[in-house]
């Protein structure tokens, strides 16, 4: 069974922060059924304050600052198991 955690992020100080009006995260984590293996899926939906999309770069900012926060937890569970059991 997948797990799903769904929230609104408030990001603050950065360029690509500031040209947001909101940001919503879905983080999906689903067992591949071998052994301790798992599929993280990660959704973005954000809106810009003028309601155009982020250039190509800045999305792949937000891409790379989700799965930098994936491959942090992934390191946690790695060492700590049992939270995740």
Known sequence: MARVSRSKMVVEGSALAA??????????????????SYVVSVTVEYERLDGAPLAPEDQA????????????VEEYLIAHPSEFA
Do not use: D, F, I
């Open 19 to 36: 040209q947001l009006k909101s940001q919503v995260s879905e983080v999906r984590v689903t067992p591949t059924g071998e052994g301790a």
């Open 61 to 72: 900012k937000l891409v790379q600052r989700y799965l930098g926060l994936v491959k942090r």
